[in-house]
């Protein structure tokens, strides 16, 4: 499985969405930025998407929804580690209140993993995120087996929200 991430205008990405209804393509907002979320088995009908292996899931994304996507930049020798650390982080919260879906995506072409969560609300997601049960990217997590720190971050990761617009009625 497969996802590709295009950003534009809401109005061209509407249109993007409109054109493609059978396949599973979500539309989000957050932060001044408009982006298509593609999920296939298959190729992308984005013509120049960023792309990304799923590695991990859980659940199915949905609209409408607010999803978490938290950047995480890892270095090659990193990797097989924060994958092994996050591989199964739905699991793990799928009891959670508000929490609906989760993607590992390991990058294609760049080091930024992305985390990515769904959830029913902001709140729910904010209760979480703010819960001492929230641990993303804790440097004093990945340990050898000595015990010793492992250095596998590039630079500070970083969370962009985003929320699938919902119709005014």
Known sequence: MNIY????????MEKVKDKYVDESILLMNGGGHTLLLHETNGKSVFQTPRKYEVVGAFGELTEPGFFALD???VTDEGKPIFEHQYKELGQKIQDIPGFTAFR???PV????YIVLTE???????DLWRNSPGY?????SDFKDQ???TLHIF???PYTATYKTPTEEV
């Not at 959830?119 to 997601?125: E, I, P, Q, S």
């Open 71 to 73: 950047n995480v930049a």
């Open 109 to 112: 072409g760049s080091d930024t």
């Open 135 to 139: 641990k993303l990217t804790n440097p």
């Open 5 to 12: 991430i295009t950003t534009g205008t809401i109005d061209f």
């Open 154 to 156: 590039t630079s500070a």
């Open 119 to 125: 959830w029913t609300d902001k709140r729910l997601y």
């Open 104 to 106: 590992l995506l390991r």
């Open 146 to 148: 000595g015990g010793m």
